[in-house]
């Protein structure tokens, strides 16, 4: 175990669903929060190719309320490899350091590795990615990438991370996609 | 068995007049990258995840897989034939290139392992009209093959770009090449061989290349593929932000100093950017849910046939 101590943050509470929330009526758009929420039964509900036609939203609002009421969570708890910790419980994810553009179609998300040598960072890094695939609509473009001065490869592991090939082929690896769908699996 | 497609043929392009004619299911166990007909039409070498690349024959719709080239470590990125026929050029994440020759007898050979790259070659594309071999890599990096005394060694390297290149493409003549890379850039290069007029510098006497024009701030994410027009000179991008652009050169421009300017339908009307809503392909592996994959076409020289596989763009001459 490379970081036999973590430091260990205080996770964040559930969030307030406002009135404008409530309103069927009105359009949802996607933001930082909702991205740091996202619940991981959405993609086996959704599947390849539904719900995801690109019509522009998330979907009906009622997806949005049923993340608000259930208290599963989309990167904040995505496992650590290493530790019986959630990404968010070791502040190597923040809500902060999220960034949804819902008109643009873009979610950037920076992560910050626990260490400077952290071994674990790309396979880190591949988690948050996957889990984003598979619960955002395709018209997302993903970035995710190490947060600065953080990590001594940090250009390596973003480069990586950005070629969307070498993402493909190392999850065609089965053992790899075990170890990842392990990252994202929630604990009970 | 996984196939070259098992996406809907009618998706591609409905009502064009394109029909599937066949689907080849028995080759590859993983990802097939890229697809390439031979010059004479009767060949496909189709390069995939699974480190082979397979050669089939054809005739009239049936296909046969001849032979199976094995060599590389890891995934092969991409495939290309020369013009003459006889080469067939592969690369692979295993940072290298390999070079095989075929006889008439349809007995395939490598002759050559180049070891240059110091990364993932993601892409190699064969000179016009002569045995000169380009390839793109991870490593940022262009190179150039050629044979010399029986040997087959890298010839030049072009450095400039500040990230991955994807792809390359020559123009008709052959005596300039089009990059593009994950640095949201394509460069242009030109040869100078040694003696030209424009007193550039050529070390052992072998021809170098410069990069003559750089098209920046018009793409927005990582450029995948690029594309030279041997009938109009036109240059074609296929970028991550869902849009293929056109450039055409100038026709006042001085050849040392190209510019491109985004094509436009007329003086007044607005430039050609062809944004497309990218179907969702199935690939050949469903390990994962697939996010969107681009169709990557090969288009025969006599254009009545068209193999895809699953991940480029190429100009229709």
Redesign the interface.
């Known amino acids: 175990l490379e970081n036999a101590n973590p430091l260990i943050y205080r996770r964040s509470g559930e969030r307030p669903v406002t009135a404008r929330e409530e309103d069927d009526e009105l359009p949802d758009s996607i933001d930082d929060r909702e991205i740091f929420d996202i619940l991981p039964g959405e993609e086996e509900r959704a599947g390849p190719g539904q719900g995801r036609a690109g019509r522009g939203r998330w979907g009906r609002s009622a997806q949005l309320h049923s993340a608000f009421l259930n208290p599963a969570h989309l990167i904040r708890s995505i496992n650590d490899p290493e530790h019986p910790l959630t990404l968010e419980e070791l502040n190597v994810v923040e809500q902060v350091r999220v960034k949804v553009n819902d008109a643009e179609s873009t979610v950037a998300v920076e992560f910050t590795p626990t260490i400077p040598h952290c071994s674990m960072a790309t396979l880190i890094g591949l988690s948050i990615k996957v889990k984003l695939i598979r619960s955002l609509p395709e018209r997302f473009k993903l970035d995710v990438h190490i947060t600065p001065g953080t990590h001594a490869s940090e250009h390596a592991v973003n480069k990586q991370l950005a070629d969307k090939e070498r993402v493909a082929a190392a999850l065609e690896n089965s053992h790899l996609l075990e170890v990842v769908n392990q990252c994202l699996s929630a604990r009970s | 068995g996984q196939g070259l497609s098992r996406g809907d043929p009618m998706a591609l392009s409905p009502g064009q007049g394109w029909s599937c004619r066949a689907v080849l299911g028995e080759g590859h166990q993983?990802?097939v990258r890229r697809v390439a007909w031979s010059p004479c039409g009767s060949y496909l070498a189709s390069a995939s995840?699974d480190a082979t690349t397979c050669i089939w024959k054809r005739h009239e719709d049936d296909f046969q897989c001849i032979t199976t080239l094995e060599g590389h470590e890891n995934?092969v990125?991409s495939v290309a034939w020369a013009p003459s026929g006889t080469l067939l050029a592969t690369c692979s994440?295993d940072k290298s290139v390999w070079v095989w020759e075929v006889d008439e007898e349809e007995e395939y050979e490598c002759v050559s392992v180049l070891n240059s790259h110091t990364q993932?070659v993601?892409h190699v594309v064969w000179h016009p009209n002569q045995e000169l071999l380009a390839s793109a890599s991870?490593d940022d990096t262009v190179k150039l093959y050629q044979e010399e005394e029986d040997d087959w060694v890298c010839c030049a390297t072009l450095e400039g770009h500040e990230?991955?290149v994807w792809s390359v493409a020559f123009d008709r003549s052959g005596e300039r090449l089009a990059s593009c890379s994950?640095d949201k850039t394509v460069r242009v290069w030109r040869r100078y061989k040694p003696g030209n007029e424009e007193g550039v510098a050529c070390s052992d006497n072998e021809p170098t290349w410069k990069c003559v024009c750089t098209l920046s701030g018009y793409h927005t994410?990582?450029i995948y593929d690029v594309a030279w027009c041997h009938l109009t000179g036109a240059l074609a991008t296929a970028c991550?932000?869902d849009a293929i652009r056109v450039f055409e050169e100038s026709a006042t421009g001085d050849p040392r100093q190209p510019t491109f300017a985004l094509a436009a339908h007329d003086s007044a009307g607005p430039a050609v950017t062809l944004h497309c809503?990218?179907s969702?392909l199935?690939t050949s592996?469903e390990?994962?849910?697939?996010?969107?994959k681009r169709p990557r076409v090969s288009f025969s020289r006599h254009m009545s046939l068209m193999a895809r596989a699953v991940?480029p763009v190429s100009f229709l001459e």
């Open positions: 993983r990802t995840f995934e990125k994440r993932d993601k991870y990230s991955t994950d994410r990582t991550g932000d809503s990218a969702v199935s592996v390990a994962e849910p697939s996010r969107k991940f």
